[in-house]
T-cell receptor
Framework: KAGVTQTPRYLIKTRGQQVTLSCSPI?????VSWYQQTPGQGLQFLFE???????NKGNFPGRFSGRQFSNSRSEMNVSTLELGDSALYLC??????????FGPGTRLTVL | QKEVEQDPGPLSVPEGAIVSLNCTYS??????FMWYRQYSRKGPELLMY????GNKEDGRFTAQVDKSSKYISLFIRDSQPSDSATYLC?????????????????FGQGTILTVHP
């Protein structure tokens, strides 16, 4: 089976812009979780989607949002970018939500 | 205090050494315990998955969970230079714990391991 794919792999934006990241889960996986990884805070949970519904959300501001489509593909959006949003954004898919398989990530740089 | 504490290292060992990586946690609801390996500029790769207390072995890797002490370990035998990476412990309360646990893994900070020839 193909693994989790994320696009784009690298992104450079300026403060105030918005960005949309995409994640395609492993075939048959219906749960997609998103994480932010920074050197200072490590991996932090953003939110999880299952069958197009957000079931859980981490402690991030409302500028961070997401959605899931009927084919389980997911997108996350960050509006009004801040310098502190520079990070590696990882998505993970799961058939049973306790075993998650990660994609390669999207490295976002905010200038 | 973080829910999951992990010594960030860095840890440097010679090839062939036994490596011990550890995490402690405070949330007694955690039931599922994982170890991930992350190479530079890559996503985390699942190494080991354990439910509740006990040991699990897979090749050169052994995972141990002691829920009474809230302590988990990963041992790597006969370490190789290709094992050089960041090792992350992760934990979950599981879906049966309710809504705030759905799809959420709580990670340690990661330990940077270098195995030199």
């Amino acid at each position: 089976k193909a693994g989790v794919t994320q696009t784009p792999r690298y992104l450079i934006k300026t403060r105030g812009q918005q960005v949309t990241l995409s994640c395609s889960p492993i075939s048959g996986h219906r749960s997609v979780s998103w994480y932010q990884q920074t050197p200072g805070q490590g991996l932090q949970f953003l939110f999880e989607y299952f069958s197009e519904t957000q079931r859980n959300k981490g402690n991030f501001p409302g500028r961070f949002s997401g959605r899931q489509f009927s084919n389980s593909r997911s997108e996350m959006n960050v509006s009004t970018l801040e310098l502190g949003d520079s990070a590696l954004y990882l998505c993970a898919s799961s058939f049973l939500t306790d075993t998650q398989y990660f994609g390669p990530g999207t490295r976002l740089t905010v200038l | 205090q973080k829910e999951v504490e992990q010594d960030p290292g860095p840890l440097s060992v010679p090839e062939g050494a036994i490596v011990s990586l550890n995490c402690t946690y405070s949330n007694s609801a955690f039931q599922y315990f994982m170890w991930y390996r992350q190479y530079s500029r890559k996503g985390p790769e699942l190494l080991m998955y354990t439910y509740s207390s006990g040991n699990k072995e897979d090749g050169r890797f052994t995972a141990q969970v002691d829920k009474s002490s809230k302590y988990i370990s990963l041992f790597i035998r006969d370490s190789q230079p290709s094992d050089s990476a960041t090792y992350l412990c992760a934990m979950s309360a599981g879906v049966n714990a309710g809504g705030t646990s759905y799809g959420k893994l709580t990670f340690g900070q990661g330990t940077i391991l270098t195995v030199h020839p």
